[in-house]
């Protein structure tokens, strides 16, 4: 299921394979996820997404799902002040995810589906206006009917490292999860939507000054893996729809 794992000739069969192929590009940023969750939480997520959807579709007459190598690093300003932020430029985000996907499409390979679980505005919108430039299709988890399909803590707004999020870490890499920290943590609701449109950039500014919202004490690995087969399905929506060419 992993691009980077095929040689070459293997590549080269699958533009005339009978099995249309559709690149999976995970994408995600390394930040602060409160004092319990990993700093790779975002991009971590959208691998899980990947690697259900492709095995889903393990065996699918019509389609053939390959993950591409993820990018990891995203625009992550707002937890400035914490440590483990790693923020890159908007353009040098836009470039990346660009160059490719350019360079997948010189071989044939054009449709490519952006999956990307970190949500500061500025990212969001670098990701769109680069799956627009290059015809990538982008599963735009904030949009409204996306978003209806989530939880409840996910339509609130008050999700960074609670309980949405920290189930999904814990359905995938419990490991990961300092859970005896995890279940001292107070709830911090905090509307990240509205506290951004009312131009609010900054985690402690919004009161996170643990660099969580939402509630993690709640948080459990059978919500988490209910929530990855939610967006399993969306992404593979979308990879079929990619796949006929549909967005």
């Known amino acids: 299921m992993y691009f980077a794992e095929l040689t070459s000739p293997e590549v080269d069969s699958l533009r005339s394979g009978s099995r249309t192929p559709v690149l999976l590009l995970p994408v995600g940023a390394v930040e602060p996820h409160g004092p319990h969750a990993p700093l790779g939480t975002d991009p971590l997520i959208s ?11 393990d065996g699918d007459p019509e389609v053939r799902a390959l993950i591409l190598p993820a990018l990891p690093y995203g625009v992550t300003q707002f937890a400035r002040g914490f440590a483990g932020g790693v923020h890159i430029a908007a353009e040098t985000l836009f470039a990346l995810v660009t160059d490719v996907c350019r360079a997948l499409a010189e ?9 990307n ?6 990212h969001v919108a670098t990701l769109r206006r680069a799956a627009e430039s290059v015809g990538a299709a982008y599963l735009d988890l904030v949009r409204r009917r996306n978003a209806e399909r989530l939880t409840d803590e996910f339509r609130s707004g008050s999700c960074h490292a609670g309980r ?3 189930s999904l870490v814990l359905a995938d890499r419990p490991d990961l ?3 005896a920290a995890m279940r001292e943590l107070p709830a911090v609701p905090v509307d990240l939507p509205s506290a951004m449109r009312a131009g609010q950039s900054d985690f402690r500014d919004m009161g996170m000054n643990a660099a969580y919202c939402g509630a993690p004490a709640e948080a459990t690995a059978a919500e988490g893996a209910e929530t990855f087969e939610t967006l399993t399905t969306m992404l593979v929506e979308t990879i079929r ?3 006929k060419g549909a967005c």
Do not use: S, W
Not at 117 to 122: A, L
């Open 164 to 166: 949405y999020e920290t």
């Open 177 to 179: 999860v300092d859970t």
């Open 241 to 243: 729809a990619k796949a």
């Open 117 to 122: 679980n970190h949500f500061e505005p500025e």
């Open 107 to 115: 071989q044939g390979l054009d449709r490519v589906v952006i999956v």
């Open 47 to 57: 691998q899980g997404m990947c690697e259900r959807a492709a095995r889903r579709l």
